[in-house]
């Protein structure tokens, strides 16, 4: 009977030049994929399609799909190692990984898990001594594979045991990813679409307004959801505001608009942003989102005509108002 492995497959380069290492010789490989609403290395609209079933179909191995908001978003609140140059918690959100990725490897009866992390790659989590302090705290000390760096790390398990033959794995390190490209090329990879996946959290503007929600302790899946969407501002503690940017954003802001939220947009004959509120808005705050928004309407009138609608209280009704001026409306702005 074949050795089982469990690849962390991102879409990215390094996760599928990994896995093809390992299944050249001859393991049986299963792909395990764990998605949150940070990963941005699958391709959107334009082409639209989930990379790590493209790799993993590409590759001919089974994948399982595994959406881990919810445990991400607790590790995010307050991570026991702390976040690297922005809100990315790089070494817990990794620790999370491999312990889902224990559960995964259980279930499935394999052996050993498969990474594509490269030695020095990324100065918070691809440090050797950080890497074995990752693999213990989750509960897999020695059970790791990196093929792509192993010749410059201890000898794993699967190597000790003769799984894998540690000859044919490599010594690839730091930034630059030219051998990753020779590999691939090596591999005939072409269609890859990031070199090693991708995150919002290391995004600085995205970051901030994570950080909003964190320090607000307004962090859930539903308003995660509309950080990618418009432009955001705080008007109070209790209370935040989205404006669309464009007519896709001013869509997805009506189809969230639900109870307690307020949305705004301008008269019928006119073009220009809707905006989503959310939170405890005073009469006072209303004013100042209308100030806020009808800056942002096409025809730049004196005087703005702000329709407001609360979610369950009837008929919208119209404000009128004289925008924010660009100064005016920076001092709310994330």
């Known amino acids: 009977m074949k050795t089982k492995a469990i690849s962390l497959v991102s879409g990215g380069l390094d996760s599928t030049l990994a ?15 764990f998605i949150s609403p940070f990963c941005r290395c699958d391709r959107k609209p334009s082409g639209c ?35 690297g140059s922005h809100m990315n918690p790089c070494i817990d959100c990794r620790i999370l990984m491999l312990k889902k990725a224990r559960e995964m490897m259980k279930k499935e009866g394999a052996s050993f898990l498969i990474t594509g992390e490269v030695v ?15 693999e213990k705290e989750a509960g897999v000390a ?4 990196r093929p792509l760096s192993a010749k410059l790390l201890e000898p794993t398990i699967p190597e000790e045991k003769g799984w894998v033959d540690r000859n044919k794995l490599l ?3 730091g930034r630059s990813r030219k051998a990753q490209f020779a590999l691939a090329e090596n591999f005939h990879i072409k269609d890859y679409p990031c070199p090693a996946g991708g995150c919002l959290l290391t995004d600085p503007a995205f970051s901030k307004r994570v950080r909003d929600l964190v320090d607000h302790n307004e962090l859930n899946m539903e308003n995660v959801s509309l950080l990618s969407h418009g432009r955001y501002f705080r008007i109070s503690a209790k209370a935040k ?26 008269q019928e004959s006119m073009p220009g942003a809707s905006a989503l509120g959310r939170g405890l808005f005073s009469q006072e705050d209303i004013l100042l989102v209308c100030r806020i928004v009808s800056r942002y309407f096409d025809v730049k009138d004196a005087l703005q005509t702000v329709g407001v609608q609360k979610r369950g209280q009837g008929k919208k009704e119209t404000i009128q108002v004289l925008p924010f001026s660009d100064e005016e409306t920076r001092k709310y702005l994330i």
């Open 142 to 145: 020695g059970l790791v594979l």
């Open 171 to 173: 010594d690839i390190s």
């Open 49 to 83: 399609r989930h990379e790590a079933k493209f790799v993993a179909d590409e590759l001919g191995i089974p994948v399982r799909i595994v959406n881990v908001t919810k445990d991400f978003l607790e590790v995010l609140k307050s991570p026991k190692h702390g976040y």
């Open 241 to 266: 505001l989205i404006v669309g940017k464009n007519e896709h954003d001013n869509n997805l802001l009506e189809a969230s608009f639900k109870e307690d939220d307020i949305f705004l947009s301008p």
């Open 19 to 33: 896995t093809k290492v390992v299944l050249d010789q001859g393991i049986e490989v299963i792909a395990a994929n």
């Open 120 to 134: 020095g790659q990324r100065p918070m989590s691809q440090r050797s001594q950080t890497m074995r302090l990752i």
